[in-house]
C-alpha cells in the first residue's frame, strides 16, 4: 500500500474469492443501495474476508463509546463480553465507558490490541438528561483524537448485546442503522418530530429511513460534525424550552435527511430481542435486550 495512499481500498496480491458479478446479486429480496448510491449492509451482500484484507493493513483504531448511566451499569458486562466475541474482531478498539458508578465497571478479559477506557459522568435525575448529554460528550472525546486521524468511531447502547460478526463491512464515512420497527413502514409512520418549532423538524413528505439513536459512527471528523449539531440543536431546542419526542435520535433522523449517511446498514445491525426475526433478517448482529423501563431509569 503506497504511503499517502492509505485510504485507498487495496487489496493484496493473490487473495482469492467468488467472482462478483453486476448482474447476478446474491441477494433480490432487499435493496442493497440507497437512492443516493449508498451501500445498505444486508448479510450476503459483502464478502468479510475480503473486506477485512482491505482494512486489516490500514493498522485503523475502531472507537466505540457507550454509556452506563444509574441502573443501565447492569447491561455493561453482556455488551462488553459479547463485542469481545463479535464486534471488530482482530481489529483495535477502543471502548470508551461513560458511567457515574465506575466501581461497578465489570473486569472483562480483552484480546491484545482492545481496551477498555472508564469515564466519569454525573449522575442524572431524568433520563433525558443522559440522552442530551451524549452527543457533548461524544464530540468531546473526538476533539480528544489526534487532528486529522483516519480512525473511525461507532456510538452504541448499552442495553444491547451482540450476536454476531459486526466489523470491517460497516466502515463508512457517516453510518447510520435502519431502526427494526420501521423499515417496513411507510415514511408518514415515522416518529419523526412533526413541531416546526423544534430543529428536529421534519415535514410530511420528507426522510429516508427512521434511523435508531441507538447505533452510528462513522469517521472521526464525520461523526464530529453530527455530533456537535444535534447538541447544538438539542441545546437550542431546550433554551426554547422544547425537546423532541424521541431526544437525540430524533436530532439524529433530522441530521440524516440533510446529510445522507454514505453507508446504511440494515436492521441485522440493530434488533430487538423482543421482536420475533423477519425473512429477510439472516442474521441478528447487534440487538437491544428486553427491559423495563420502570426499573431502570432514574424516573
Ligand atoms: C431509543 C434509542 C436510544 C435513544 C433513545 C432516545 C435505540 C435502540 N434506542 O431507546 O438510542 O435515542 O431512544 O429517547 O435506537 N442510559 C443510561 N442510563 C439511563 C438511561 C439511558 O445509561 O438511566 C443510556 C444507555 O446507554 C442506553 C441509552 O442511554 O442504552 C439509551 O436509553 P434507552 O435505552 O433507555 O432508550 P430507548 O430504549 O428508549
Known amino acids: 500500500v503506497a504511503v499517502g495512499n492509505e485510504f485507498h481500498l487495496v487489496a493484496p496480491e493473490h487473495l482469492q474469492y467468488e467472482q462478483p458479478s453486476i448482474v447476478q446479486g446474491s441477494r433480490i429480496d432487499v435493496v442493497a443501495v440507497t437512492p443516493w448510491l449508498a451501500p445498505i449492509v444486508w448479510e450476503g451482500t459483502f464478502n468479510p474476508v475480503l473486506l477485512d484484507s482491505i482494512y486489516k493493513p490500514k493498522n485503523i483504531t475502531i472507537i466505540a463509546t457507550v454509556f452506563a448511566v444509574g441502573k443501565y451499569i447492569m447491561f455493561l458486562k453482556r455488551f462488553l463480553e459479547t463485542a469481545e466475541q463479535h464486534f471488530f474482531v482482530g481489529f483495535k478498539v477502543h471502548i470508551y465507558v461513560f458511567t457515574d458508578r465506575p466501581n461497578e465497571v465489570p473486569p472483562v478479559t480483552m484480546a491484545s490490541g482492545r481496551r477498555l477506557i472508564v469515564r466519569l459522568v454525573p449522575t442524572a435525575k431524568r433520563w433525558q438528561e443522559i440522552s442530551a448529554r451524549r452527543m457533548e460528550l461524544i464530540q468531546m472525546v473526538i476533539e480528544e483524537q489526534l487532528p486529522n486521524n483516519r480512525n473511525y468511531i461507532f456510538c452504541l447502547d448499552v442495553d444491547s448485546q451482540f450476536h454476531g460478526r459486526w ?4 466502515l463508512g464515512g457517516l453510518v447510520a442503522v435502519t431502526h427494526p420497527g420501521y423499515y417496513r413502514d411507510p415514511r408518514s409512520k415515522f416518529p419523526y418530530e412533526r413541531r ?12 429516508d429511513f427512521y434511523y435508531c439513536g441507538g447505533a452510528f459512527g462513522g469517521l472521526l471528523q464525520e461523526v464530529h460534525h453530527l455530533a456537535k449539531t444535534c447538541r447544538h440543536n438539542f441545546e437550542a431546542d431546550a433554551q426554547e424550552g422544547i425537546e423532541a419526542a424521541w431526544q437525540e435520535e430524533s436530532h439524529l433522523n433530522r441530521y440524516m435527511w440533510i446529510n445522507k449517511p454514505s453507508k446504511v446498514l440494515s436492521p441485522e445491525y440493530l434488533w430487538q430481542d423482543f421482536k420475533p426475526r423477519n425473512p429477510e433478517v439472516h442474521i441478528v448482529r447487534f440487538s437491544g435486550v428486553v427491559k423495563n423501563y420502570a426499573d431502570i431509569r432514574p424516573n
Open 167 to 170: 466489523g470491517s463491512e460497516s
Open 196 to 207: 416546526p418549532s423544534s430543529r428536529a423538524y421534519l415535514a410530511p413528505g420528507e426522510g
